[in-house]
């Protein structure tokens, strides 16, 4: 049944093409919850409600703009086919998404996308943490694997609004007093998800917005692209953020998340006396606002050392840097809200 729906609204869609920027039209009128689509130039948005399924597709082509220049620096070319965005919404529904997409020979394609939650939390949470992962995935296609979870749930992370990044803050500093901390020989060896997956999250995001704080967004796409290459990971954090071994990197870290988070300029391996290239580590002086979760709480990862000042903070701008960055080009943005994710076959899903 819901197959038989969408088709016939794809075979109405398609008699409207090229009318207009995008089009809302009903589809399933004999089903009890009609449906519209909306085209735009790189989706396909379905919803139940045309003014959530116009805002839907307005605000993801923006986000397909402006995530892809903030972090590489360039928008994406045009994808093979136009991405079927699923928009399911209630006022009381929990946030949540998923973007699936399969990888062959260092292609990627028949990227889906479902956004679930209020109309307010798909806007500003659910739909940027899942455009991160198609900009991100379409980038590192030609590397022909998957970028590493936690850096790919952690970087889509790193672009919610504050008080969604605040609560994996939040979460963190539980995992961590519950010993659920991974170390960082174990983080960045992991392929697939683990059992204990939320944690995963948290960390990520956490070590994330510590590198990017460094370094800026692109720099951490250099970071995994030197990774990725050979899974080097201790090459790639010598080279790009000074530290020579990924456990001075991980003390690095604790000890930043042990404090409270706040400046990195007192964690980097200038600083600890690791490296006096500053061409990496000092870049986050150049940055115009404070990275996202720079100005959150956090804690210490396994092994831990101690828990202290776990009190949440908050931003002087009250804005994460990407919200600073995308209000720059005078778009509204906020938050997102991740999503479950596991490969199955040359499908993934996150
Ligand atoms: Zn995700």
Redesign the pocket.
């Known amino acids: 049944m819901e197959a038989r729906k969408l088709v016939y609204a794809l075979a109405l869609l398609f008699g409207c093409m090229g009318q207009a920027w995008s089009q809302v039209v009903p589809a399933g009128h004999q089903a009890a919850v009609r449906r519209f689509v909306v085209e735009t130039p790189h989706f396909r948005v379905f919803a139940a409600d045309p003014g959530l399924a116009q805002e839907v597709g307005q605000m993801a082509e923006a986000y397909r703009k402006h995530l892809a220049l903030h972090w590489l620096g360039q928008e994406l070319a045009p994808w093979a086919d136009k991405v079927p965005v699923t928009v399911q919404s209630t006022p009381t529904m929990p946030a949540s998404?998923e973007?699936k997409y399969t990888l062959v020979a260092g292609v990627v394609r028949d990227f889906r996308m479902v956004v679930c939650g209020s109309r307010e939390r798909i806007l500003d949470s659910v739909l940027p943490?899942?455009m991160?992962?198609t900009v991100l995935a379409t980038h590192f296609a030609r590397a022909g694997k998957p970028i590493p979870r936690w850096a790919?749930?952690g970087a889509?992370?790193t672009v919610e609004d504050q008080s969604e990044r605040n609560k994996h803050d939040t979460m963190l500093v539980r995992f961590l007093s519950e010993g659920r901390g991974i170390p960082f020989a174990s983080l960045f060896a992991m392929r697939e998800y683990p059992r204990d997956m939320m944690p995963l999250?948290a960390q990520g995001y956490s070590l994330c917005a510590f590198l990017i704080a460094q370094g800026g967004p692109r720099q951490f796409i250099k970071f995994l692209e030197r990774g990725m290459q050979d899974e080097d990971w201790v090459t790639a954090v010598s080279e790009n953020y000074g530290y020579p071994k990924l456990g001075k990197l991980q003390t690095a870290w604790n000890q930043w998340v042990s404090d409270g988070g706040g400046s990195v300029t007192n964690y980097t391996a200038v600083a600890l006396g690791y490296t006096r290239d500053t061409s990496a580590t000092l870049a986050s002086a150049t940055l115009p606002q404070p990275p996202s979760g720079l100005q959150t709480a956090s804690s210490s990862v396994s092994p831990v050392s101690s828990m202290v000042s776990m009190e949440p903070m908050t931003s002087t701008t009250g804005k994460g840097y990407y919200q600073d960055q995308f209000q720059k080009h005078g778009t509204p943005i906020q938050v997102s809200q991740?999503?479950?994710?596991q490969t199955i076959g040359g499908t993934l899903y996150?």
């Open positions: 998404g973007t943490h899942e991160t992962h790919d749930e889509c992370t999250y991740p999503g479950p994710m996150r």
